[in-house]
């Protein structure tokens, strides 16, 4: 498994000036948090493909700023609306493939939002993943709390209806957070899963970099290569959950020695 960070665990630097940090860490495989519609721009994006490139790194994925607004932009009620943000999504996914990146990161919609049946938001997200065979790069729905695709069921409905129209992001501290076991968050994802978020924890503090905590590492590897995972590891982290940058270097050798 390849394993890198996500620039948002610097959020709110710069992405670029995150990006330049992690590289001189050592980091060489990234998530982009994407922040503002510039970032989006041709010019914006080959600058990073050029900074990571002059490292021999690489990039797994991107992470719209636009998540919070996603119950309304694609999953909402108003078909006008959706249509633009269809056309708007895009552009993140051609802006991922354009560093190399496979996958676009999708929240979602909170639970008990909107009017769409369960039926309804798997049809949205099909149709934004067959967009992404003209872009070269695909959505993949994340678990996050308090959203309809934190719930295992949901998830498993979800790949069973899509069935290859569809790609999951796993993220542990999301599962701690809604009280869901990762065992049974990966196993509804199945052979769908694509992509790792990673942190570690302790009683009271779900969100911890990796080796700062009690998470069982290796254990939590067992699982991803007994469902047949070969993708990426990202570990992602919130800026308050850490103090300096030597921390994350830290972390970055506790990943690598469990996972590389």
Known sequence: METGISSACLYPWETERALQTLLDLGFRRFEVFLNC?????????????????????????????TSAMESNLLFGDYPRRTREAFGFYRRYLAAAASLGAKYVVIHGQPLGHGALSDEGYWERFGELYRLGREEGAWPAQ???????????????????????????????????????????????????????????????????????????????????????????????????????????????????????
């Open 37 to 65: 519609w510039e970032e989006m721009c041709p010019p914006f994006l080959s600058r990073l493909r050029a900074l990571g490139d002059a490292y021999g790194a690489s990039f797994s994925s991107v992470h719209p700023f």
């Open 142 to 260: 994340e678990n996050v709390r308090n959203l309809r695709a934190s719930d295992p069921a949901f998830l498993r409905g979800m790949r069973q209806h899509l069935g290859e129209d569809c790609a999951f992001v796993l993220d542990v501290k999301q599962c701690r957070m809604m009280g869901h076991p990762v065992e049974e968050v990966t196993k509804a994802m199945g052979s769908r899963l694509v992509h790792v978020h990673l942190s570690d924890c302790r009683a009271g503090e779900p969100c911890l970099l990796p080796g700062a905590g009690e998470f069982d590492l290796a254990g939590f590897r067992a699982l991803l290569e007994a469902q047949g995972y070969q993708g990426s590891v990202i570990t992602e982290v919130y800026r308050r959950n850490f103090g300096g940058l030597q921390e994350l270097s830290a972390a970055k050798q506790a990943v690598e020695q469990v996972f590389a």
